[in-house]
């Protein structure tokens, strides 16, 4: 099975700083990567997903992630904080069985 | 696009208590179903998945059971509740050939 370690489980940016999440993923190259976002009390939203298409992927909100093979990392970017980005970030891979391997998640917070 | 839903969307019940939770997914034919459950500080955990009616894979033993008894319809079920069954459960369906997972709300789970 894969593993997905996310590097920090919290975050703090100021508004309109660059956000940076880490994702780290096991060696074997998963064909898909996502990354979510949960916003408290509710569900994940899909925020992007890795097809090999392109290695940077744009999302939704102005969230974008790159794959690096050589690095085994798919890293999500916003290079602007906004205070509605104050939620919790979750990187997954596809596994085998139709199954996603998910990260411990990475909450943001942002400060005015 | 796929909808999901969830009910209920919040549930208090006292240990030894039956569960029924119900998921039901809209705009897709043949999905695969999941149950996932987060606690407090412990991430996502798959509990249960489904590629068919009648198909049900589980991935942790525990006093919970999931059906299917329907296409879009995945029910999760508990004949006695304990302590340790208080968390966020999330419904997820991934719509055929899509290879990827959409959430539904969750429900928010109190055993008291």
């Known amino acids: 099975a894969q593993s997905v370690t996310q590097l920090g489980s919290h975050v703090s940016v100021s508004e309109g700083a660059l956000v940076l999440l880490r994702c780290n993923y096991s060696s074997s190259v998963p064909p898909y990567l996502f990354w979510y976002v949960q916003y408290p009390n509710q569900g994940l939203q899909l925020l992007l997903k890795y097809t090999s298409a392109a290695t940077l992927v744009k999302g939704i909100n102005g969230f974008e992630a790159e794959f690096k093979k050589s690095e085994t990392s798919f890293h999500l970017t916003k290079p602007s904080a906004h205070m509605s980005d104050a939620a919790e970030y979750f990187c997954?891979?596809?596994?085998?069985?139709?199954?996603?391997?998910f990260g411990a998640g990475t909450t943001v917070t942002v400060r005015a | 696009s796929q909808t999901i839903h969830q009910w209920p969307a919040t549930l208090v019940q006292p240990v030894g208590s039956p569960l029924s939770l119900e998921c039901t997914v809209e705009?897709?034919?043949?999905?695969?179903l999941y149950w996932y459950r987060q606690a407090a500080g412990r991430g996502l955990q798959l509990l249960f998945y489904s590629v068919g009616i009648g198909q049900i894979s589980s991935e942790v033993p525990q006093n919970l059971s999931a059906s299917r008894p329907q296409d879009r319809q995945f029910i999760l079920s508990s004949k006695k509740l304990l302590l340790s069954d208080s968390g966020f459960y999330l419904c997820?369906?991934?719509?055929?050939?899509?290879?990827?997972?959409?959430f539904g709300p969750g429900t928010r789970l109190t055993v008291l």
């Open positions: 997954a891979v596809s596994d085998a069985d139709y199954k996603l391997s």
């Open positions: 997820a369906a991934e719509g055929s050939g899509t290879d990827t997972q959409y």
């Open positions: 705009g897709t034919s043949n999905p695969n």
